[in-house]
């Protein structure tokens, strides 16, 4: 099958050309519980940014280059094209979304729902991936789509949605009418979490962006207040709080100094929730005991959530805005997201 490969790490960004478009082996089933689905889709992820450049490395590649070469793609849905003999609930033509952790289902976390921990495997990341015209996986790890949703529209709900809805759900459960949550950076994460908390609650939603075409985003999602990141995005926060701060600061985007100034943006006993990365968090341990604020990270969510997000999907509530490349095309989409080029999610159809 033809595949997107990457075979060697960029930590600068600056390579013309990232993956290389090859013919490699077709997935094989090995296991009762596998599942082989024909990819309808591929979300490109700014997650595949950083495993390309060297990011992921300490977690998944501590001896440097003994992972690669690696087939990208951690946000899959397709059809089913073949399932192992202990597979009965799925068949042939099934259309799907995949849970972008395989677990073994064994594990206490994964016995109590929490797929993201415990052991198990990571496709895309620890190894091969969907940039591709197949994947095998397990059956623990599939959704099957409501007919109303095919997989290129919903392929990057296995990670950018799910992360989204699973730290919607958090803050969600806390929020209350009169109370706002801001939410900074209104990208591929960002314009999905909006459109949940807007399902999901009745606080009002500010949204914070550097970028003009994310704000409209943003708007068309679902935001009640746009605020442009332009050095005074904290005093515009905190005057539409009424000097206050939000009881909810998600930051989608975690660099670049997004931290220090959400943190500034959560009043005392509010919750600040973490979703990107890049940058330390650092802030005086008095001044948090003082506030009592929290801090709390997300990784990815749980099958549930996906399940859940699909449910909300399938009822019209939440819409992901996608930009659709051919799998040949595979460098030029990863440029224009780090360019800042996409509006929404990259999605690569084979």
Same mark, same amino acid.
């Given at each position: 099958?033809?595949?997107?490969?990457?075979?060697?790490?960029?930590?600068?960004?600056?390579?013309?050309?990232?993956?290389?478009?090859?013919?490699?082996?077709?997935?094989?089933?090995?296991?009762?519980?596998?599942?082989?689905?024909?990819?309808?889709?591929?979300?490109?992820?700014?997650?595949?940014?950083?495993?390309?450049?060297?990011?992921?490395?300490?977690?998944?590649?501590?001896?440097?280059?003994?992972?690669?070469?690696?087939?990208?793609?951690?946000?899959?849905?397709?059809?089913?094209?073949?399932?192992?003999?202990?597979?009965?609930?799925?068949?042939?033509?099934?259309?799907?979304?995949?849970?972008?952790?395989?677990?073994?289902?064994?594990?206490?976390?994964?016995?109590?729902?929490?797929?993201?921990?415990?052991?198990?495997?990571?496709?895309?990341?620890?190894?091969?991936?969907?940039?591709?015209?197949?994947?095998?996986?397990?059956?623990?790890?599939?959704?099957?789509?409501?007919?109303?949703?095919?997989?290129?529209?919903?392929?990057?709900?296995?990670?950018?949605?799910?992360?989204?809805?699973? #730290? %919607?759900?958090?803050?969600?459960?806390?929020?209350?009418? $009169?109370?706002?949550? &801001?939410?900074?950076?209104? /990208?591929?994460? +960002?314009?999905?979490?909006?459109?949940?908390?807007?399902?999901?609650?009745?606080?009002?939603?500010?949204?914070?962006?550097?970028?003009?075409?994310?704000?409209?985003?943003?708007?068309?999602?679902?935001?009640?207040?746009?605020?442009?990141?332009?050095?005074?995005? #904290? %005093?515009?926060?905190?005057?539409?709080?009424?000097?206050? $701060?939000?009881?909810? &600061?998600?930051?989608?985007? /975690?660099?670049? +100094?997004?931290?220090?100034?959400?943190?500034?943006?959560?009043?005392?006993?509010?919750?600040?929730?973490?979703?990107?990365?890049?940058?330390?968090?650092?802030?005086?341990?008095?001044?948090?005991?003082?506030?009592?604020?929290?801090?709390?990270?997300?990784?990815?969510?749980?099958?549930?959530?996906?399940?859940?997000?699909?449910?909300?999907?399938?009822?019209?509530?939440?819409?992901?805005?996608?930009?659709?490349?051919?799998?040949?095309?595979?460098?030029?989409?990863?440029?224009?997201?780090?360019?800042?080029?996409?509006?929404?999610?990259?999605?690569?159809?084979?």
């Amino acid at each position: 099958m033809k595949a997107q490969v990457l075979n060697k790490y960029d930590e600068s960004l600056t390579a013309e050309s990232w993956v290389d478009y090859e013919d490699v082996p077709d997935p094989k089933i090995t296991n009762p519980n596998d599942v082989l689905v024909k990819i309808g889709g591929s979300g490109v992820c700014r997650t595949d940014l950083h495993v390309i450049e060297g990011v992921w490395k300490p977690i998944m590649d501590p001896d440097g280059n003994s992972l690669l070469p690696l087939i990208l793609g951690h946000e899959n849905a397709g059809w089913v094209e073949e399932v192992g003999a202990g597979v009965t609930n799925l068949k042939k033509g099934d259309p799907v979304i995949l849970h972008p952790r395989i677990s073994s289902g064994i594990d206490i976390e994964h016995r109590r729902g929490e797929d993201m921990h415990g052991s198990g495997s990571f496709p895309g990341l620890s190894e091969n991936g969907g940039y591709a015209e197949a994947l095998v996986t397990s059956e623990r790890n599939i959704v099957p789509l409501p007919k109303s949703l095919e997989p290129k529209a919903v392929a990057a709900y296995a990670d950018a949605g799910l992360t989204a809805y699973h #730290v %919607a759900k958090k803050a969600s459960r806390v929020l209350l009418p $009169g109370q706002y949550v &801001v939410v900074i950076g209104a /990208g591929g994460l +960002g314009h999905i979490g909006i459109q949940c908390l807007k399902a999901m609650c009745a606080a009002e939603i500010i949204v914070v962006d550097m970028s003009d075409m994310a704000l409209g985003l943003a708007k068309d999602s679902g935001a009640d207040h746009l605020v442009k990141a332009d050095g005074t995005e #904290v %005093a515009q926060v905190l005057e539409i709080t009424k000097g206050l $701060g939000a009881e909810a &600061v998600i930051d989608f985007v /975690g660099e670049k +100094g997004s931290t220090a100034k959400g943190l500034e943006m959560t009043r005392p006993a509010g919750n600040y929730y973490i979703v990107g990365y890049g940058e330390n968090i650092n802030i005086p341990t008095v001044d948090l005991i003082f506030t009592e604020r929290n801090i709390i990270g997300n990784l990815v969510g749980t099958w549930a959530d996906l399940n859940e997000l699909m449910s909300l999907a399938d009822r019209g509530l939440v819409e992901l805005a996608t930009v659709e490349y051919s799998l040949k095309d595979a460098n030029q989409a990863l440029h224009d997201l780090n360019a800042g080029k996409v509006k929404g999610r990259a999605i690569l159809i084979p």
